[in-house]
């Protein structure tokens, strides 16, 4: 089993950053893929971005690439999602999410991830 506890969501304004966290526990995989997905009210959880457990390679979402950036830190099993200038349109609950095996092209695939969190808001008033 993992857990995976979300944090870092909040209340910003058009173009303000938010650093989401996402700290693993239990049997955490060592070469696995985290995930982060969002999903607002009525829509479909949706893929954000994602990173390989071993820390090699990242992916994102087209809407996000150049606006969100990936980082990890192995000592606290906490892998960082920074989101830079964000718009009402990301309102949204992120979550993460982790799975055995490395990411690649299917990221964005939800039924792929075996453990999820419980989610964080973000909120973007124009």
């Known amino acids: 089993q993992v857990q995976l506890v979300e944090s870092g969501g909040g209340s910003v304004q058009a173009g303000g950053s938010l650093r989401l966290s996402c700290e693993a526990s239990?049997?955490?995989?060592?070469?696995?893929?985290m995930g982060w997905f969002r999903q607002a009210p009525g829509k479909e959880r949706e893929g954000v971005a994602a990173i390989d457990t071993d820390g090699v390679n990242t992916y994102y979402a087209d809407s996000w690439k150049g606006r969100a950036t990936l980082s990890q830190d192995n000592a606290k099993n906490t892998v960082y999602l920074q989101l830079n200038n964000l718009k009402p349109e990301d309102t949204a609950m992120y979550y993460c999410?982790?799975?055995?095996?490395?990411?690649?092209?299917?990221?964005?695939?939800?039924?792929?991830?075996?453990?999820w969190g419980q989610g964080t808001q973000v909120t973007v008033s124009a």
């Open positions: 999410a982790t799975r055995d095996g490395k990411c690649t092209y299917s990221w964005q695939a939800r039924r792929h991830y075996t453990f």
């Open positions: 239990g049997s955490t995989f060592v070469n696995g893929c």
